[in-house]
């Protein structure tokens, strides 16, 4: 079983238009970390934002926001009012604390139309 | 001032030679990683070194070898190379493996 599941392999929107980028992880550490990571189509993996499994609150940062929910094993990104310089590959990632392990999900292809 | 500055960027090479590529962090971070990213933009980890020492290695054919001369640096050298090996590698630093990882440009890998 993957541990980090991206299932949107591609989105097309409109500019202008909000859209949800789902990540569902799997663990059974108690202590991990959630990250999204965004790759232009220039190919850099830019760092976007980090959680640890303690803390659910939401985060917003601009047009960006992100939702934990552990009882979902949810970690869902969305982009408010999408520009076209936000067409990129995105990456949900999880951390393991006590095995050590990373994982990325297989990513996201945002596709945002004029 | 390059955070994560890897070469070369592109390394066209036949199949059966050896080649390294190189990775140097100056963000003074103690983890460094090395990835490969396929054609369909999977990333998959290879290696992590914590402090030169080895904390993750996940399959890779033993063709692959990362060195890490100093905590600032981490190479990879690839023997016999494959057709299969083509990929866009990544290296990447950072505080310890549960902190974001900062990456460098890649370096992309035509085995011919």
């Known amino acids: 079983a993957q541990k980090v599941t991206q299932a949107q392999t591609e989105i097309s929107v409109v500019e202008k238009e909000d859209v949800t980028l789902d990540c569902v992880y799997e663990?059974?550490?108690?202590?991990?970390?959630l990250f999204w990571y965004k790759q232009p189509p220039s190919g850099e993996l830019v760092f976007l934002i980090r959680?640890?499994?303690?803390?659910?609150q939401n985060e917003i940062s601009g047009r960006y926001s992100w939702n934990f929910q552990k009882s979902t094993s949810s970690f869902n990104f969305t982009i408010t009012a999408s520009q076209v310089v936000d067409s990129a590959v995105y990456f949900c990632?999880?951390?393991?604390?006590?095995?050590?392990?990373?994982?990325f999900g297989s990513g996201t292809k945002l596709n945002v139309k004029p | 001032d390059t955070a994560v500055s890897q070469t070369p960027k592109y390394l066209v090479t036949q199949m059966g030679n050896d080649k390294s590529i190189k990775c140097e962090q100056n963000?003074?971070?103690?983890?460094m990683y090395w990835y490969k990213q396929d054609s369909k933009k999977f990333l998959k980890i290879m290696f992590s070194y914590n402090n030169k020492e080895l904390i993750i290695n996940e399959t890779v054919p033993n063709r692959f070898s990362p060195k890490s001369p100093d905590k600032a640096h981490l190479n990879l050298h690839i023997n016999s190379l494959e057709l299969g090996d083509s990929a866009v590698y990544f290296c990447?630093?950072?505080?310890?493996?549960?902190?974001?990882?900062?990456f460098g440009p890649g370096t992309r890998l035509t085995v011919t």
């Open positions: 990632a999880l951390s393991e604390d006590n095995f050590n392990k990373f994982y």
């Open positions: 663990t059974r550490d108690t202590t991990y970390y």
């Open positions: 959680r640890n499994s303690f803390d659910e």
């Open positions: 990447a630093s950072s505080h310890g493996t549960v902190y974001e990882q900062y």
């Open positions: 963000l003074g971070h103690d983890t």
